[in-house]
C-alpha cells in the first residue's frame, strides 16, 4: 500500500504539472506514446484485430496495471531497504521525461511532469518507509503484535503510518483528477469549433439520390454519420488546436512556399466531396470504412500556387502531434478532387477526425492520404523521405484494394425458410464498382443487384434475393469486380502490408 499510494501521488503530480505543458506530456500518455512508436507492426495489427477502437484504452489499462505491480514492489522494497523504493520511482521518472523528449517536435519542459512524478514518488515511499521502520517489529517483520512499547503506542503508530499511506492516496487521486479537468479546461477547443462559420462552397453538391440505398433492414446507411466514423490512429490524446492559432506550411520543392491561417482556407474556393476512406488495417469484412460529404479547399490548386519543383513525387503531411504521411504527389495532381477538408456532414471536423484541418486522396487508404490535425505540407520525393508508416514496412502507396462485406444477414443469424433478403456493401475507391456476385454453399456464382452508382470515389450497396432457402446452416460468399473489370481475388492475405484481400463469407441457420 506504502508503493502505490507513493505511485498514486506520483501521478498525481505528473497531471498537475502537465496542465503548462500539455495533456500529451503526463507521464503516462507520454510512455504510451512511445510505447505505440516501439511496438512492432505484427503487435500493433493484433491490437487492432484484437481490440479494434479500443486498443488505446487497453494499452492505457496494461501501462496502469504494470506501474502499481512495480510500484507495490518498490513499496515492499523500500521497508526492507530505504533507497531501493525511491530508485524505482527514480527510473520511472527517468523514463517518462525520455519518452516525452522521444516525441516529434518536443520541448525540453514536456520531460518536466514525469521528473516532477519521480521525485514526488521517491519521496512519497521514503517518508512513507520511514513511519513504518518506527513501528516496534518492523524490522523483524513482526508486526502485528507488541514488542517492548505499550499497546496503546503500538496502535497509535500504526493509524500514523494508515492514516499517512490514506492521505498520500487521497491527495494523489485529487491532484490527478483535478489534473485533468484544469488540462482539458485550459486546451478545450470546443468552443472555437462551435464558433467556426463554414462558407457555402461556389457549387454545392445535390444530395444523394435514395436509390443508393437499398431498402433493406439491417444494411449500413449509406452515408456515415460522424459519430459512428471509424477511427484508427496513434493518438493517446487528441490533439487541441485552436482554429486561431493553426497555420499551414507548404514547402519544399516548391518555388513559392505558402503560409496558410484558418481563415486564408475558408477564403479559398470550398469544394464538397462525397468519398468513403477506409483503413488498411480493416480485416476482410471489417468495420473501418465510412462514407461522409467532406467540405474543404482543393489541394491541387494550393499545390499549383505554390509551384511544385520537377523531380518531387511524394507529398508529405505532418500532424501536430508529429504524425507523417505520404502520398504519391502525381495522384493528387492527376484530376482527382484531393482536398484539405475542413467539414464532414456539413459541421467542422469533429476533434477526433481531425479539427481544424485535414487531407482526403481519393484512391488510398488513410495511412498514405488522410492526415489529421494537418499542420504542415512537404514536397518532396520517396528517396528523400520515409513517412511514420512506411519506416514500419506497409507499402508505400497504399492503393485501396477491391472489398466487398456482407451485412445481411448477420453472422450465425437465425432466418426463416424460404426467400431470404442478403445484402452488403463493396468499394474500390477511386475505380469504382462495376459489379457483386453472391453464392451459397459452393455453388454458382449469381450476380447481385447494384444500388444507384453515387460515383467511382464512393462505395456501392448491394442487394440479393436468395430464394428457396432450406433449412440447415449455410455459408455466403460475396466477391466483387471494379470498373476496370478486375475480380476480387479470393486468396486471403493480411492487412500488412498493403491491405487485406479475400471474399467475406457469412454463416447463417435457415429454421
Known amino acids: 500500500m506504502i508503493g502505490l499510494a507513493s505511485a498514486v501521488a506520483a501521478l498525481g503530480a505528473g497531471e498537475l504539472v502537465a496542465c503548462a505543458t500539455g495533456a500529451g506530456t503526463a507521464p503516462v500518455v507520454a510512455v504510451g506514446s512511445a510505447a505505440i512508436d516501439l511496438t512492432p507492426t505484427p503487435l500493433k495489427e493484433y491490437a487492432v484485430r484484437t481490440f479494434g477502437t479500443h486498443d488505446k484504452p487497453v494499452l492505457l489499462g496494461g501501462i496502469y496495471l504494470t506501474m502499481a ?5 518498490a513499496g515492499l522494497l523500500a521497508v526492507c531497504r530505504p533507497l531501493a523504493g525511491p530508485a524505482v520511482f527514480g527510473a520511472f521518472g527517468g523514463l517518462g521525461a525520455w519518452a516525452a523528449l522521444s516525441r516529434p517536435g518536443a520541448a525540453a519542459a514536456d520531460c518536466v511532469p514525469s521528473l516532477v512524478a519521480g521525485l514526488v514518488g521517491s519521496v ?4 512513507l518507509a520511514r ?8 524490522a523483524s517483520g513482526q508486526l502485528p503484535g507488541p514488542v517492548s512499547l505499550p499497546e496503546a503506542t503500538e496502535v497509535t503508530g500504526r493509524r500514523t503510518v494508515l492514516t499517512a499511506t490514506a492521505a498520500t492516496l487521497t491527495a494523489g487521486a485529487l491532484a490527478g483528477i483535478g489534473g485533468r479537468v484544469l488540462t482539458d479546461c485550459r486546451y478545450d477547443v470546443s468552443a472555437a469549433r462551435a464558433a467556426v462559420r463554414l462558407p457555402a462552397p461556389p457549387e454545392q453538391q445535390p444530395p444523394l439520390p435514395a436509390a443508393v440505398h437499398p431498402n433493406v433492414p439491417g444494411l449500413s446507411p449509406f452515408t456515415t454519420p460522424n459519430a459512428d466514423f471509424y477511427r484508427v490512429d496513434t493518438a493517446l490524446t487528441l490533439p487541441r488546436i485552436d482554429p486561431r492559432d493553426w497555420t499551414l506550411r507548404i514547402h519544399g520543392l516548391v518555388d513559392r512556399p505558402q503560409l496558410l491561417t484558418f481563415d486564408d482556407l475558408l477564403r479559398e474556393p470550398l ?11 480493416n480485416e ?3 468495420p473501418y470504412v465510412g462514407t461522409t460529404r467532406w467540405l474543404g479547399a482543393a489541394l491541387p490548386a494550393l499545390l499549383r500556387r505554390a509551384g511544385v519543383r520537377s523531380g518531387a513525387d511524394q507529398l508529405v503531411g505532418r500532424s501536430q502531434d508529429g504524425m507523417t504521411i505520404g502520398t504519391p504527389l502525381e495522384s493528387v495532381l492527376d484530376g482527382r478532387r484531393a482536398l484539405l477538408a475542413v467539414a464532414m456532414n456539413g459541421e467542422a471536423l469533429p476533434l477526433a477526425h481531425g479539427f481544424p484541418c485535414r487531407s482526403v486522396v481519393p484512391g488510398f487508404y488513410g495511412y498514405t492520404s488522410a492526415t489529421k490535425w494537418l499542420v504542415d505540407l512537404e514536397v518532396t520525393t520517396f528517396a528523400a ?5 512506411v519506416r514500419r514496412g506497409w507499402d508505400r502507396t497504399g492503393t485501396v484494394r477491391t472489398a466487398s462485406r456482407i451485412e445481411v444477414p448477420a453472422p450465425f443469424a437465425k432466418v426463416p425458410a424460404g426467400d431470404v433478403d442478403v445484402a452488403g ?10 459489379a457483386v456476385e453472391v453464392r451459397v454453399d459452393g ?5 447481385a443487384e447494384l444500388a444507384a452508382d453515387a460515383g467511382p470515389d464512393l462505395w456501392r450497396q448491394w442487394s440479393y434475393l436468395w430464394t428457396g432457402a432450406t433449412p440447415d446452416t449455410h455459408r455466403i460468399e460475396v466477391r466483387a469486380t471494379d470498373a476496370t473489370g478486375a475480380v476480387q481475388p479470393e486468396r486471403r492475405a493480411a492487412p500488412f502490408p498493403a491491405g487485406a484481400t479475400g471474399w467475406h463469407s457469412t454463416v447463417v441457420i435457415v429454421t
Do not use: K, M, N
Open 385 to 389: 523521405f520515409d513517412p511514420y508508416w
Open 425 to 434: 456493401t463493396a468499394w474500390a475507391t477511386h475505380r469504382g464498382i462495376a
Open 271 to 281: 469544394e464538397e466531396l462525397d468519398h468513403t476512406l477506409s483503413c488498411v488495417s
Open 131 to 138: 513511519l513504518w521502520h518506527r513501528l516496534p517489529g518492523a
Open 284 to 286: 476482410v469484412g471489417g
Open 443 to 447: 455453388g454458382p456464382w449469381r450476380q
Open 69 to 73: 505491480l512495480l510500484a507495490a514492489l
Open 124 to 127: 512519497a515511499v521514503l517518508v
